[in-house]
């Protein structure tokens, strides 16, 4: 049964601290998305990658976070300093390129004291 | 910012009745998607509509798109209790980017 995997699902830290959230996407899907949810915006794309490039990151607070996908197998998305406002949970999720259903992984809830 | 605007905000019904959303949104699309989300869950894709399609089913859910009126509307026939959960709109642009709607929390009472 393939799917999304997230680490951690849950990280609490404090403010200025690095966070370091990490995305498996199915195998073989070729696009991956990086999204924040909070009561308040909603579900936010934050930047994504097709065949490991960035495509666009538009989304994404340039100052403090960064979003790389070493190999095909990983994504991560980086904060740093964090701030409480970045309090959020952090889905990916991965598509195969071509195709339209987007699979999202369980989410990281951060919490940023 | 959000593309979609979904109404009700919350919906709340009885095991056996329908529910009913709506999501409007604003600019042109590819196609318009349907997730839903548990609780401290992921979204799981329920349906896909492209912008030359009217009307999508799959089991118990109907989907409706007028592009004219740049809306759209997810019918769940016979609610069970585990339908209970968020109902998310979203419409694809170019690149699959989706653009999320606030969502509709269903809650579908024994």
């Known amino acids: 049964d393939a799917r999304v995997t997230q680490t951690p699902r849950h990280k609490v830290t404090e403010m200025g601290q690095e966070v370091t959230m990490r995305c498996q996407p199915i195998?073989?899907?070729?696009?991956v998305f990086w999204y924040r949810q909070t009561m308040m915006q909603g579900l936010e794309l934050l930047a994504y990658?097709?065949?490991?490039?960035?495509?666009?990151d538009s989304g994404m607070p340039k100052d403090r976070f960064s979003a790389e996908m070493p190999d095909a197998t990983l994504a991560t998305l980086k904060i740093q300093p964090s701030e409480p406002r970045d309090s959020a949970v952090y889905f990916c999720?991965?598509?195969?390129?071509?195709?339209?259903?987007?699979?999202f992984g369980p989410g990281t809830r951060l919490t940023v004291l | 910012s959000q593309q979609g605007e979904e109404d009700p905000q919350a919906l709340s019904i009885q095991e056996g009745e329908n529910a009913t959303m709506n999501c409007s949104y604003k600019?042109?699309?590819?196609?318009l998607q349907w997730y839903r989300q548990n609780s401290g869950r992921g979204l799981v894709h329920l349906i896909l509509?492209?912008?030359?399609?009217r009307e999508k089913h799959s089991g118990r859910l109907r989907v409706t798109l007028d592009t004219s009126k740049k809306s759209s509307s997810l019918l769940i026939t016979a609610s069970r209790a585990a339908d209970t959960a968020s109902y998310f709109c979203?419409?694809?642009?170019?690149?699959?980017?989706?653009?999320f709607g606030g969502g509709t929390r269903v809650l579908v009472k024994p």
């Open positions: 999720a991965s598509v195969l390129g071509g195709l339209d259903t987007q699979y």
């Open positions: 195998l073989g899907h070729n696009t």
């Open positions: 990658f097709r065949n490991r490039a960035p495509l666009d």
């Open positions: 600019t042109s699309i590819n196609n």
């Open positions: 509509i492209r912008s030359n399609e």
């Open positions: 979203a419409t694809a642009t170019a690149g699959n980017k989706l653009t």
